[in-house]
């Protein structure tokens, strides 16, 4: 059974940091991992998405990295600003229709 | 561009009364579409999915259902609310069968109670 963990599940950093989330995952068996950003109380917003054969995505400050063979992906985000405050959830599909999604990491960038 | 509205965006029902939640996409023809719950500190949980009209898969045993009408409109519904449905639910849709991008609604708090 496929399992997604997210780490750290919250986080504070200063304005200016660069920063590193980490997620992980039990099966390599994926079709593709997808980083997703959810403001409060709203949808969630794809952010990149990265095949399973491709090693990484690129979206201005935004690089996803992906390790299918150790089962890790890490979203790394340059510059911080306050607007990037927001929850990132990382989700992994492993069939057609089927999206497995971590618990997210909740990110607070201070002014 | 393809869009994708969900409505209502918030509700408090009683215990044992019913709900729809409706959802429509915009701009694309015959995509999935997706019903996700949201618990508090959590992951999505998939509810249902659809890949056609009238064709409905259920991944989790509850007292919810879905219907898909028409081929971009998708309801999930109930007949009688329990506390423990109380969410945030989203619906989204895809296109194609595999290694797409996942596009979620603004989604619906419902409070049972």
């Known amino acids: 059974k496929q399992e997604v963990t997210q780490i750290p599940a919250a986080l504070s950093v200063p304005e200016g940091e660069n920063l590193v989330l980490n997620c992980s995952f039990t099966?390599?068996?994926?079709?593709?991992l997808q980083w997703f950003r959810q403001d409060p109380g709203k949808g969630l917003t794809s952010l990149l998405l990265?095949?399973?054969?491709?090693r990484e995505q690129t979206s201005g400050r935004l690089n996803a990295s992906l390790d299918k063979s150790s089962g890790r992906s890490t979203l790394y985000i340059a510059a911080s600003q306050p607007g990037d405050s927001a929850t990132y959830l990382c989700?992994?599909?492993?069939?057609?229709?089927?999206?497995?999604f971590g618990a997210g990491t909740r990110l607070f960038v201070k002014a | 561009s393809q869009t994708i509205h969900q409505w209502p965006a918030t509700l408090v029902q009683p215990v044992g009364s019913p709900l729809s939640l409706e959802c429509t996409v915009e701009?694309?023809?015959?995509?999935?579409l997706y019903w996700y719950r949201q618990a508090a500190g959590r992951g999505l949980q998939l509810l249902f999915y659809?890949?056609?009209?009238?064709?409905i898969s259920s991944e989790v045993p509850q007292n919810l259902s879905a219907s898909r009408p028409q081929d971009r409109q998708f309801i999930l519904s109930s007949k009688k609310l329990l506390l423990s449905d109380s969410g945030f639910y989203l619906c989204?849709?895809?296109?194609?069968?595999?290694?797409?991008?996942?596009?979620f609604g603004e989604g619906s708090w419902l409070t049972v109670v």
């Open positions: 989204a849709w895809s296109w194609g069968n595999s290694g797409n991008t996942i596009y």
């Open positions: 099966d390599s068996a994926i079709y593709n």
């Open positions: 990265i095949q399973s054969s491709q």
């Open positions: 989700a992994v599909q492993i069939n057609g229709f089927k999206t497995i």
């Open positions: 701009g694309t023809s015959n995509p999935n």
């Open positions: 659809s890949v056609g009209i009238g064709q």
